[in-house]
């Protein structure tokens, strides 16, 4: 698409999500497949809709998930029919990695600038505690030796083999889904290499992990998240039920920041668990559709989707997606990134963050890759104003419909007219959406 | 979907064979097939198939002339033409009006003759079962010689005749206790509990099941391809000592006695049925058919024109009607067009809030659950979980499907989404100030077609409503407590009430498995208004110094589900205490509590309103009974409760009680409180377990005579106090025929 504005608008309505929760605390034992329900059903009923007339409206359910639970092997569908969609309402997952749920969303405003859907459900549903040990080669050889096994002969023979220790080294499914098959390198070592290639010290990194608890803390007193959240029951134990996220900490200080250990370089890094995004459980749903959906939903949109673009780079440093996908965007919109009054730039690393800012302030940079000059300077003010991943945490298939409702709600409260949404992707790629509220 | 009920399914794949016409008659068709004659019951007129004489005959005429052509012939496939439906039994209008003896064994009889000759027929039979097979139905099956049924989620195989007071009269005890091995037997014939494709395989009752979609070709091939062997009939065993308890004098021995334990104590006394059923069988051991048919319909004609029997016919009409009634002046088609409810708001998550909730997602429904915190209501949703983990556990619902269904319920503490909803109940504290502006707050924020109501037990609609912008779309939706077990729900409606909503109400609380029973307004609606007499006398009972423990079990013995003091502690003696002057000053002095209810519910010690605070007349201990707490109570009311001066027993005692309510009947039915006597006991029964053997609080009434009964009123009235004196609703309805039923 080459045009400025698409001739058939799309539109984000609504959006809701679940609290953000570490991995391993409250959403422990919750199936990612429920975030995305309770936060599917709830966008749904607070529209006041009922859930019964959805079925003939919807016209698809786009979810983005990355771990993709074994037991629900299209999760967008399950989450769907769980909601309380009926049955003819078609529904898929998307993979894109960290940008999944930007691309459900992506994909949603395709089909209506198509002319092809009107009301249209994107999101994002993870559980990173959820995400399975898998047994390593030989305990699989072993499985298949013992399945292949007729006689009782054969079976004794082995079980005689049992490999014990191997069974005690499981591969650990959210570890390699975190390192990059092309260069072998894990997520937090190339926000290592970003770090020593821009010169980002360990301090300037931990101010920005304080700064974004911070800015969460006060987003949570002026109770700016209240009407985005929608807390979750625990299936198993009712009488849990999770309003809040778990994650950010107001009582953040950079004194517990810098006495943390470096986690992916020990001996010469700066990356800390403080100043990366946390490993996070949850989900998010925005509902997206055109004018003619609008009308029929009797609804009045938020904002309005003038364009999105997805762009490569070096997987080393995958960091620097969104400067990379942020140059493709402008181009394609004719914006430039000084029209933007609000930015959601994902928090994968606050080393990324950085490196980001400072590329798109670089001509050397710039010329380099585009051979353009520089995309310009990224406002610290306008930059992430309710703080990000760092302190909310990053489910992975989440990320992008959490900032890119959170960009339109600020809009709405800032009264101002544009917001970029855009994040870095792991394997080397950035994502970046232009928003613009009505 | 797995029904096939695309018109182009293909069943023409099996072979085809030509059919010839061979008989059709008002009840059954029958075709030949090759060698293979096929019996189709298809009842003129009905939508389900049901025994009759007429019935009856045409099936004695059908196998004569399949008889004179035997020699052409395999087998004979009886079927029902009546889709997943097989047969429902005899005509219970039929037995209804069976009044002597006489009566009762010409229409065993001829049963019991047409039956024999099916077992007896020359040709192998074979009956093909889709969807239920009840009573006089399951007879006739019992007497082919093979049974294949359909694995249909309709299809169930049982005996209920003792739940109306009666047992299978035409072979069915003799069969079915020939055919399953004996502890299975007497839990069909004397629970009338029904089993399902699958069980009735296992346990022997059918030789073959088939899935649905392939069931008509399947039983056809069965019929027409199987090897029969007829001769000695013995059970399929599910274990050795079921073996061995069914063969074995000594077993045997073992399981009527024990049987006959737990009988006595279900029945206490009360339902001669099963009892009788368990005689027959045990005496007819071992004994030849002659004899098994002889006695079998000696004791059903003698408990066919039993009271209780007609009583409980009548209430099984009564919950039947009560299924098809819209519940106002809408006729069934336009109540079937109402707006249905589908998503619906329960306010206040506590017992009753959680149990409404919980009934309603259990089928299906969409519930918002709100409280003033979300730990409110996580407890109520709890409440919820653990109800349909017992149904997991009972095998009553998957895992599956309990997960489903405990995603229905969706918790709040705001009101949003609340304009896309059809129903909101509201069961939050019984406060009128509060309700009120509850009220207030939730007409502003539901859509203009959603009906409110209130669970409210106490306080009237009319005041709740007073400052109502509508009160159209204002009901009362009364559940009982326990939600989950009790049956009956009041729908309460008020002159401004339209017709439309009150369907609408009387559909919801059939759609979540409840009955409904449509009252007017007014202190305690029916119910509560008729129960109240009852739980107030008890305290002037204690005043007399009663033992009160054996009072309870007095009452008990009459048949009540609970004795009275056991009944105000499950209620909530701070409840009846509140409630009590409410009912006084609007109905009168016959709803005065005695001082004895005040000083035991005020005591000051500790908090004794009943089970819940584990302290009332009882002492109880985790959620059972441990004694009456007697010298307490004595301390507290200056009362001896001995026993010894009060010495009323049996009938004395349970009329001083229950003509009380008797009485306030008469005054419900001339304010059309309910539409007629007939509701007044449906209202008693489901409500507070009124005992169904007696047919109802009026039935009662009627055996016994009104006139006899304002007379003993009277009586009790000069010994006891103007509270029993006779309304005049009473004596107008004593002058007016003698009798509430017309």
């Known amino acids: 698409m080459t045009s400025n504005t698409p001739s058939r608008p799309a539109y984000i309505v609504t959006g809701i999500r679940t609290p953000f929760v570490k991995s391993g605390t409250q959403f422990a034992k919750v199936h990612a497949a429920e975030l995305g329900r309770v936060a599917l059903s709830e966008m749904l009923i607070r529209t006041g809709i009922p859930l019964s007339e959805w079925g003939a409206l919807v016209d698809e359910v786009i979810i983005g998930n990355t771990g993709n639970p074994a037991d629900t092997a299209n999760i967008a569908r399950v989450i769907a029919l769980r909601a309380g969609l009926d049955q003819r309402v078609s529904a898929y997952s998307v993979h894109r990695n960290c940008a999944s749920a930007l691309e459900s969303i992506s994909q949603a405003a395709l089909k209506i600038w198509y002319g092809e859907s009107d009301i249209m459900i994107a999101g994002g549903a993870e559980s990173m505690s959820g995400m399975p040990l ?23 023979k082995a079980f005689s083999h049992i490999p014990v220790q191997d069974f005690l080294k499981p591969r650990i499914a959210l570890m390699e889904g975190l390192t990059d098959p092309m260069c072998g390198v894990n997520m937090g070592q190339t926000a290592e290499v970003l770090a020593k290639e821009f010169q980002i010290s360990r301090l300037t990194q931990d101010e920005f992990a304080l700064s974004s608890h ?33 994650g950010p900490r107001a009582n953040q200080t950079m004194e517990a920041l810098q006495k943390l250990k470096p986690f992916f370089d020990k001996k010469h890094g700066s990356i800390t668990a403080g100043n990366s995004s946390p490993i996070t459980d949850g989900a998010a749903m925005v509902l997206v559709c055109s004018e003619d959906g609008l009308k029929k939903l009797g609804l009045s949109p938020q904002a309005m989707i003038r364009g999105y673009a997805f762009a490569g780079c070096d997987p080393l440093r995958m960091g620097l997606g969104p400067v990379f996908s942020t140059h493709k965007l402008l181009q394609k919109t004719g914006e430039k990134l000084s029209d933007f009054d609000v930015v959601e730039l994902n928090e994968a690393f606050a080393a990324q963050v950085l490196a980001c800012q400072m590329a798109m302030d670089s001509e050397k940079f710039c010329q380099q890759h585009f051979n353009t000059s520089k995309i310009g300077s990224l406002n610290s003010e306008i930059l992430n104003p309710n703080g990000g991943a760092i302190a909310l945490g990053h489910p992975v298939g989440v990320t992008g419909t959490r900032i890119a409702l959170t960009a339109t709600r600020e809009l709405k409260r800032r009264n101002k007219k544009k917001a970029l949404v855009t994040l870095c992707i792991g394997g080397g790629q950035g994502g970046s959406m232009s928003l613009e509220a009505v | 979907m797995n029904d096939s009920q695309i018109e182009n399914a293909d069943l023409t794949k099996q072979k085809v064979t030509r059919m010839t016409q061979f008989f059709t008659g008002n009840a059954f068709k029958v075709n030949i097939s090759d060698t293979l004659a096929i019996v189709d019951f298809d009842l003129d007129g009905e939508k389900v198939n049901k025994w009759d004489d007429k019935s009856l005959n045409e099936l004695d005429q059908v196998l004569s002339k399949l008889e004179a052509n035997k020699g052409s012939l395999s087998a004979v496939l009886f079927r029902s033409a009546k889709p997943k439906s097989f047969i429902v039994g005899a005509d219970i209008n039929v037995i209804q009006k069976i009044t002597t003896k006489a009566l009762a064994e010409e229409a065993g009889e001829m049963g019991q003759r047409v039956f024999s000759r099916v077992e007896d027929f020359p040709l192998p039979t074979i009956a093909a079962i889709e969807g239920p097979s009840m009573g006089g139905g399951t007879e006739f099956l019992l007497s082919c010689d093979y049974r294949v049924a359909s694995d249909s989620s309709k299809t169930i195989i049982g005996l209920p005749e003792v739940k109306l007071g009666i047992i299978p009269g035409w072979g069915g005890n003799f069969r079915m206790t020939r055919l399953v091995e004996l502890p299975t037997a007497l839990d069909l014939i004397l629970s009338g509990k029904a089993l399902n494709a699958k069980k009735a395989l296992r346990a022997g009752l059918v030789d073959e099941v088939y899935p649905e979609g392939l069931f008509v070709n399947k039983a056809m091939e069965y019929a027409r391809t199987r090897k029969f062997k007829r001769g000695v009939i013995t059970p399929k065993y599910s274990t050795p000592i079921n073996k061995y308890l069914s063969n074995n004098f000594i077993g045997r021995s073992i399981v009527f006695k024990k049987t006959r334990e737990t009988l006595e104590k279900t029945t206490r006394g009360h339902y001669p049925a099963p009892v009788k059923a368990l005689e027959l069988i045990e005496k007819s051991w071992g004994k030849s058919r002659a004899e098994w048919m002889k006695l079998e319909k000696e004791f059903f004609s003698e408990l066919a024109i039993t009271e209780i029997s007609k009583n409980l016919i009548r209430i099984f009409f009564m919950t ?10 809408l006729s069934s088609e336009e109540a079937a067009k109402v707006a249905p409810i589908k998503q619906m708001a329960v306010l206040g998550a506590g017992v009753m809030g959680a149990g409404i909730a919980y009934q309603s997602a259990a089928k299906g429904l969409w519930v918002f659950l709100k409280d003033v915190s979300y730990s409110a209501v996580g407890k109520g949703i709890q409440h919820a979980k653990k109800l349909f983990d017992k149904s997991v556990s009972r095998k009553k619902l998957t895992k599956i499907q309990a997960e489903d269904k405990l995603r229905h319920l969706r918790p709040q503490t705001d009101y949003s989404g609340f304009k896309g909803l059809d129903l909101v109940i509201e069961a939050i504290v019984e406060d009128l100030a509060v309700k009120k502006k509850v009220f207030a707050e939730l007409e502003s924020v539901v ?17 709740i409503s007073a400052d109502f912008k509508n009160k159209a779309r204002f009901v009362g939706l009364h559940f009982f407590n326990p939600v ?10 008020t002159d401004a009430t339209p017709p439309e909503n009150t369907t609408r109400a009387v559909n919801y609380v059939k759609s979540i498995g409840k009955t409904p029973l449509v009252t007017k307004d007014g202190p305690g609606f029916l119910v509560n208004r008729l129960l109240v007499p009852f739980l107030l006398e008890a305290g002037y009972i204690m005043e007399e110094g009663a033992d009160l423990e054996k009072v309870d079990k007095e009452i008990k013995k009459f048949g009540m589900p609970m004795g009275p003091y056991e009944l105000l502690d499950e209620i909530g003696l701070d409840v009846v205490s509140k409630i009590s002057p409410i009912f006084e000053k609007s109905l009168g002095e016959r709803f005065k509590a005695s001082e004895s209810i005040y000083k035991v519910s005020g005591d000051s010690k500790q908090k004794r309103f009943g089970k819940k605070t584990g302290l009332g007349f009882y002492k109880w201990e985790n959620g059972k009974r441990a004694g009456i707490d007697k010298d307490n109570l004595e301390a507290l009311t200056g009362l001896s409760l001995s026993g010894q001066k009060f010495l009323v027993s049996g009938e004395a005692l349970a009329n001083r009680m229950i003509y009380p309510m008797i009485n306030e009947a008469a005054v419900v039915l001339e304010e059309k409180i309910v539409a007629s006597a007939e509701k007044v006991d449906l209202g008693m029964i489901f409500g507070i377990g009124f005992p169904p053997f007696r047919g109802g609080l009026c039935r009662y009434a009627d055996s016994i005579g009104l006139e006899k009964i304002i007379k003993e009123l009277e009586r009790m009235s000069a010994t006891h106090g103007p509270r029993f004196k006779p309304t005049e609703a009473l004596k107008r309805a004593a002058a007016n025929g003698g009798t509430f039923y017309k």
């Open chain 1, 134 to 156: 898998i047994y390593n080669n030989k305990a699989n050889k072993f499985f298949e030796t013992m399945n292949k096994a007729r006689s009782l002969g054969d079976k004794a």
């Open chain 1, 214 to 246: 911070l800015k969460v803390a006060k987003a949570q007193v002026e109770n700016f998240f209240k009407d985005e959240i929608a807390p979750v029951v625990l299936p198993h134990d009712p009488e849990t039920v999770v309003e809040n996220d778990i």
């Open chain 2, 320 to 329: 039947e009607a009560v299924k098809r009634e819209s519940g106002s002046s």
């Open chain 2, 447 to 463: 859509g203009e077609n959603c009906i409110l109501a209130s669970n409210t037990s106490s306080l009237e609609l009319s005041a």
């Open chain 2, 484 to 493: 989950d077990k009790m049956p009956l729900v009041e729908v309460v409606v």
